[in-house]
T-cell receptor
Framework: DVKVTQSSRYLVKRTGEKVFLECVQD?????MFWYRQDPGLGLRLIYF???????EKGDIPEGYSVSREKKERFSLILESASTNQTSMYLC??????????????FGQGTRLTVV | DAKTTQPPSMDCAEGRAANLPCNHS???????VYWYRQIHSQGPQYIIH???NNETNEMASLIITEDRKSSTLILPHATLRDTAVYYC???????????FGSGTKLNVKP
């Protein structure tokens, strides 16, 4: 089975801190994604990476950056955490299908609280 | 990607079929319909996908109307463990972005 592992289930950080959320997948997937999930808003795409060292902004990239130095690892960085970044963060990975659909696999999520 | 519309919540009796609707009236010819679900405090889980033919797997069936403007996910014998938020997504098969809406909260009751 594909496994997508997020480094922490729960995190509490202070306003202004630099925060790193780590995600590792074990299936050699090319594409990786970071979403945040808030009540009533569903999942919103922050950034995605279609290959090592490649990244593209999603819908809500402000206040975030990402890093993909190795294929299996995709990091989300909050440059200076703010209380409005308190949320559930979800990482996902998939392989492009060459025109055919492929499913995405999700991690368990990291619930981040910024105080 | 086309926008989808789902009811915010639905109830279903345990053991009965759960039929979850989704409207995607702006779907284009090369966009697939996907369904995922999210059980509380877990990441979303893939259920099924289709293009224009009805599909069935061990989890569910997907019925897509002939004009492809709507679809229905069917859980044939809902259990309490099927209580979750169900997301309908339409997207081009190989396109990298993957957008979720607010989904339908399915409550399976004993």
């Amino acid at each position: 089975d594909v496994k997508v592992t997020q480094s922490s289930r729960y995190l509490v950080k202070r306003t202004g801190e630099k925060v790193f959320l780590e995600c590792v997948q074990d299936m050699d997937h090319e594409n990786m994604f970071w979403y945040r999930q808030d009540p009533g808003l569903g999942l919103r795409l922050i950034y995605f990476s279609y290959d090592v060292k490649m990244k593209e902004k999603g819908d809500i990239p402000e206040g975030y950056s990402v890093s993909r130095e190795k294929k299996e690892r995709f990091s989300l960085i909050l440059e200076s955490a703010s209380t409005n970044q308190t949320s559930m963060y979800l990482c996902a990975s998939r392989n492009p299908g060459g025109g055919r659909p492929t499913e995405a696999f999700f991690g368990q999520g990291t619930r981040l609280t910024v105080v | 990607d086309a926008k989808t519309t789902q009811p915010p919540s639905m109830d279903c009796a345990e053991g009965r079929a759960a039929n979850l609707p989704c409207n995607h009236s702006t779907i284009s010819g090369n966009e697939y319909v996907y369904w995922y679900r999210q059980i509380h405090s877990q990441g979303p889980q893939y259920i099924i996908h289709g293009l224009k033919n009805n599909e069935t797997n061990e989890m569910a069936s997907l019925i897509i109307t002939e004009d492809r403007k709507s679809s229905t996910l069917i859980l044939p014998h809902a259990t309490l463990r099927d209580t979750a938020v169900y997301y309908c997504i339409v997207r081009v098969g190989d396109f990298n972005k993957f957008y979720f809406g607010s989904g339908t909260k399915l409550n399976v009751k004993p």
